[in-house]
């Protein structure tokens, strides 16, 4: 057994009593996909390779069936629906103007699960939601649209380039900023970072925005020191 897969199983005791029992039962852990474009699909391919189950879904699902035959019998494909029942875990990866959407028609099934977000506000492109996040902060603002998950910031500062090109390179590997304030939540989203072949620098959600487009090391592969000394330095 390995050093990381022994890490997830210790991090499913900080996992609270009602999502404990799913997390135990479903080794290897089974992560929902929702939106599997370029970077929901990059990222789910690497989980696949640590050995974990995947669903990716999207609006027009029979078209994502090519990408999880190439992938194997652990990727599977469903509807946005049937990912975010799909298991304990489920990863956003959609415009951030559909987090209302998402919270609104699939609220009910992720209460209570861990949601790591990679989405990111752009208001020219997501339109006042986005602008929403930038002007209260975007750890508020999603939690406020996904009421009752419990929430981790993860993957947002990258692009699904260097998400395929510098997974699992030699030291310094690159450093993803995992934001959170559920313990058990970020440990968890903490260990599948590392399983993914990166190194995570964890930080509380009310520092999310050190990362938000434009910021200075925003949409760069930078080691995790560096991201771990930017976060340490980082006041709004």
């Known amino acids: 057994m390995s050093w990381t897969r022994r890490r997830l199983i210790a991090v499913s005791l900080a996992v609270p009593v009602a999502a404990q029992a799913q997390v135990k039962a479903t080794r290897p852990i089974r992560i929902g996909i929702i939106g599997s474009g370029r970077i929901g699909s990059a990222a789910g391919e690497l989980w696949i390779k640590a050995?974990?189950?995947?669903?990716?879904?999207?609006?027009?699902?029979?078209?994502?069936?090519?990408?999880?035959?190439?992938?194997?019998?652990?990727?599977?494909?469903?509807?946005?629906?049937?990912?975010?029942?799909?298991?304990?875990?489920?990863?956003?990866?959609?415009?951030?103007?559909?987090?209302?959407?998402?919270?609104?028609?699939?609220?009910?099934?992720?209460?209570?699960?861990?949601?790591?977000?990679?989405?990111n506000p752009y208001p020219a492109r997501d339109g006042p939601v986005a602008q929403e996040a930038l002007d209260r902060g975007v750890g508020p603002t999603s939690t406020k649209y996904l009421?009752?998950?419990?929430?981790?910031?993860?993957?947002?500062?990258?692009?699904?380039?260097?998400?395929?090109?510098?997974?699992?390179?030699?030291?310094?590997?690159?450093?993803?900023?995992?934001?959170?304030?559920?313990?058990?939540?970020?440990?968890?989203?903490?260990?599948?970072?590392?399983?993914?072949?990166?190194?995570?620098?964890?930080?509380?959600?009310?520092?999310?925005?050190a990362f938000a487009p434009d910021t200075p090391l925003y949409g760069r592969a930078h080691s995790g020191p560096t991201v771990r000394k930017y976060l340490n330095a980082w006041k709004r």
């Open 51 to 119: 050995g974990h189950e995947v669903m990716f879904s999207s609006r027009h699902p029979e078209e994502l069936r090519p990408m999880a035959a190439r992938l194997g019998p652990r990727a599977r494909v469903g509807t946005v629906a049937e990912a975010a029942a799909f298991g304990p875990v489920v990863f956003l990866a959609v415009p951030y103007s559909a987090l209302p959407a998402i919270g609104q028609e699939h609220g009910a099934t992720l209460k209570g699960k861990v949601v790591i977000d990679a989405s």
């Open 147 to 209: 009421l009752g998950v419990r929430y981790v910031r993860a993957f947002n500062p990258v692009s699904y380039a260097l998400l395929k090109s510098e997974a699992h390179r030699p030291e310094p590997k690159v450093g993803i900023p995992v934001f959170g304030d559920d313990k058990g939540a970020v440990d968890l989203a903490t260990a599948l970072v590392r399983e993914a072949g990166f190194e995570p620098v964890t930080a509380p959600l009310n520092k999310a925005m």
